[in-house]
């Protein structure tokens, strides 16, 4: 995997062709437990990252995958990357470069943005934790943005209903807490990456939404503050994100299936 950035491409047809991803894995994951960063950590014995820049590299449309790592741990990174390289044709189509993330995704997010070319057009956002997403929800993500939707997000209706409460917190916490309203579940939906923009949008978003705290955790969000329409198009069930430890044991499973199926 290269660790340079493929500048190529121009005039129109090059505009229009090009799509990258950008993979912000500078994350720690407590959830899964003390250890490596959850990007790192292996799924049948490959790194989960891994996994998720062979699931952006699976589609034909992306050229170049950009992965953000800890801001100390670009080395690590690449040295992990170079280690796994893209097999076949893979690796003769699709450029990976690293690059050093920011303290928090909003940071990491734009720092790999600013390492994608001009020449291209269509940015995808892909959370390292979501390493199982098929190649065919990529590609519908890639084609609603070049059919002119600035902002696409992959999603599933809801099979629980959601109650909204009045939380607890501070001394309070762990109190029962009150209903205060049962959104209708038809109308809601879960949200899954990567998730797709006009470039020209994105980068707006991350120039005029300001950082605040731990900063923004969806792109998408930021999109819509800037009031662009974000729309949605159909997720996969595979596409869930890896972040408790019963989350390895079902992506374990998947991969299983997977090679049994069609040797994966």
């Known amino acids: ?70 801001p100390d741990g670009a080395d690590e990174v690449r040295r992990l990357l170079d280690a796994h390289p893209l097999s076949g044709s893979l690796g003769d189509t699709t450029e990976v470069v690293v690059v050093p993330g920011g303290e928090t995704r909003q940071e990491s997010v734009r720092k790999g943005l600013a390492a994608v070319p001009e020449t291209v057009t269509t940015v995808l956002v892909h959370d390292a934790a979501r390493p199982l997403v098929p190649v065919d929800t990529v590609d519908a993500v890639v084609a609603a943005v070049r059919d002119g ?31 205060v309203g049962t959104p209708a579940r038809a109308l809601l939906r879960a949200v899954q990456t990567p998730q797709g923009f006009d470039r020209a949008t994105l980068v707006a978003a991350h120039e005029k939404i300001a950082l605040e705290g731990e900063g923004a955790t969806d792109d998408a969000g930021m999109v819509e503050r ?9 997720g996969h069930e595979e596409a869930f994100k890896v972040t408790r430890p019963l989350d390895l044991v079902l992506a374990e499973a998947v991969l299983a299936r997977r090679r049994a199926n069609d040797g994966f």
Do not use: C, F, N, Y
């Open 226 to 234: 800037l009031g662009v329409e974000v729309v949605v198009v159909p």
């Open 149 to 179: 939707a600035p902002a696409v997000v992959p999603a599933l209706p809801l099979a629980d209903t959601v109650k909204q409460v009045d939380p607890r917190t501070g001394e309070r916490a762990g109190e029962p807490e009150p209903v």
């Open 1 to 70: 995997m290269s660790a340079t950035p493929d500048h190529g491409g121009s005039g129109a047809s090059g505009r229009t062709a090009r799509t990258a991803a950008v993979i912000p894995a500078a994350g720690r994951g407590v959830r899964l437990g003390p250890g490596a960063p959850k990007a790192l950590r292996p799924l049948s014995g490959t790194p989960m990252l891994v996994h998720a820049v062979r699931a952006m590299a699976g589609s034909r449309s992306v050229s170049l995958v950009v992965v953000v790592a800890p």
